[in-house]
């Protein structure tokens, strides 16, 4: 009986197949969150392969075996990001420290005219901030911040946090009243945490949302979405604006409505007012709940075949 004669291109066509379908499995589990957590030379080096395994005109032994190192590299991510889970998910013990602004005027600084504060608003300002810190943790630690600031570094249940207050280019505050303070709150969270962004309607478009109850699209909480414009990745607005954390960010925009902005391991609040302890803790509670939101999956599970029919 003669041997069945097997055509060995088809067999070599039929191994790239395979090893198609392997990483189109692959790649059908993997999240955006997934690609954005990644370092970025990780993801170009992964491209590189990529791009080496599609390569429309290379010889087919040639694609298998770049598509097989492809599927290796792509394996050995997905292993990481399963043992790894702890370190997407949890967020760091430490606040990424805050930095200064930059100068609003950087030419008068340059040529020798910086900016001026009446030392007896800064002391005043010392004094705000550190009285609200204190009553937040009475352990904080606080210090200058730049030209015209204070910084303090405290902890709320067990939570890391950042306040920083600059007077405003005109000196901004004093024990009278306010004029212009620049207020900054921040904690650290998981980094897988969804990106997230909130900034203020326009002065026009706040006024027409809450004269009609019509405005963009947004979490379906009038108070909240005549204040706010979200823009976030798929799921991450449901997680973190919590009815709690809603509320809370209604409560520091009845002073001025702040942005929010939730990227790379920090969530961070900005807004400009007088700094009391009324709209700093309602900032501490806003990002506390953002902290505690679950984050994004960077692994969806693999599909599971029914049996044959």
């Given at each position: 009986?003669s041997?069945?004669y097997?055509?060995p291109?088809?067999?070599?066509r039929q191994?790239?197949?395979?090893a198609r379908?392997r990483v189109?499995e692959?790649?059908?589990?993997?999240?955006?969150t997934f690609w954005?957590?990644?370092?970025?030379?990780?993801v170009?080096?992964?491209?590189?392969?990529?791009?080496?395994?599609?390569k429309?005109r290379?010889?087919v032994?040639?694609?298998?075996?770049?598509?097989?190192?492809?599927?290796?590299?792509?394996?050995?991510?997905?292993?990481h990001?399963?043992?790894?889970?702890?370190h997407?998910?949890v967020?760091?013990d430490?606040?990424?420290?805050l930095?200064?602004d930059?100068?609003?005027?950087p030419l008068?600084a340059?040529?020798?005219?910086?900016?001026r504060?009446?030392?007896a608003a800064l002391e005043?300002l010392?004094?705000?901030v550190g009285s609200?810190?204190?009553?937040?943790?009475?352990a904080?630690?606080?210090?200058?911040f730049?030209r015209?600031?204070?910084?303090?570094?405290?902890?709320?249940?067990?939570?890391?946090?950042?306040?920083?207050?600059v007077?405003g280019?005109r000196?901004g505050?004093?024990?009278a009243?306010a004029t212009?303070?620049?207020?900054t709150?921040?904690t650290?969270?998981?980094?897988?945490?969804?990106?997230l962004?909130?900034r203020p309607?326009?002065?026009?478009?706040?006024?027409?949302?809450l004269l009609?109850?019509r405005g963009?699209?947004g979490?379906?909480?009038?108070?909240?979405?005549a204040?706010f414009e979200?823009?976030a990745?798929p799921?991450?607005?449901?997680?973190q604006l919590?009815?709690?954390?809603?509320?809370a960010l209604c409560l520091?925009?009845r002073?001025d409505?702040?942005t929010l902005t939730?990227d790379e391991?920090?969530?961070e609040l900005?807004?400009?007012?007088?700094?009391?302890?009324?709209?700093?803790?309602?900032?501490?509670?806003?990002l506390?709940?953002?902290r505690?939101?679950?984050?994004m999956?960077?692994?969806?599970e693999?599909?599971?075949?029914?049996?044959p029919?």
């Amino acid at each position: 009986m003669s041997p069945v004669y097997r055509d060995p291109d088809l067999a070599l066509r039929q191994r790239l197949a395979e090893a198609r379908a392997r990483v189109t499995e692959l790649e059908a589990r993997l999240t955006p969150t997934f690609w954005r957590v990644q370092p970025a030379d990780r993801v170009r080096a992964l491209e590189r392969l990529r791009a080496e395994a599609f390569k429309g005109r290379s010889a087919v032994q040639e694609l298998i075996e770049a598509t097989a190192r492809y599927v290796e590299s792509l394996s050995a991510m997905v292993q990481h990001a399963r043992d790894d889970d702890a370190h997407w998910r949890v967020p760091p013990d430490r606040c990424p420290r805050l930095q200064p602004d930059a100068p609003t005027y950087p030419l008068a600084a340059l040529f020798g005219a910086p900016r001026r504060f009446d030392e007896a608003a800064l002391e005043a300002l010392r004094a705000r901030v550190g009285s609200i810190a204190r009553r937040l943790d009475p352990a904080f630690c606080v210090e200058d911040f730049g030209r015209g600031g204070v910084l303090a570094e405290l902890r709320v249940d067990g939570a890391p946090f950042m306040l920083s207050a600059v007077l405003g280019d005109r000196g901004g505050w004093s024990a009278a009243g306010a004029t212009e303070v620049a207020i900054t709150v921040r904690t650290s969270v998981a980094r897988g945490a969804g990106l997230l962004r909130l900034r203020p309607h326009e002065a026009s478009m706040h006024v027409l949302s809450l004269l009609t109850g019509r405005g963009r699209a947004g979490t379906g909480d009038p108070e909240f979405d005549a204040w706010f414009e979200v823009d976030a990745e798929p799921g991450a607005a449901r997680a973190q604006l919590t009815d709690g954390v809603r509320g809370a960010l209604c409560l520091v925009a009845r002073d001025d409505a702040p942005t929010l902005t939730v990227d790379e391991g920090v969530a961070e609040l900005r807004w400009r007012f007088e700094p009391s302890h009324t709209n700093v803790r309602a900032a501490v509670d806003a990002l506390r709940g953002i902290r505690a939101a679950p984050a994004m999956p960077l692994l969806k599970e693999p599909s599971r075949k029914g049996p044959p029919r």
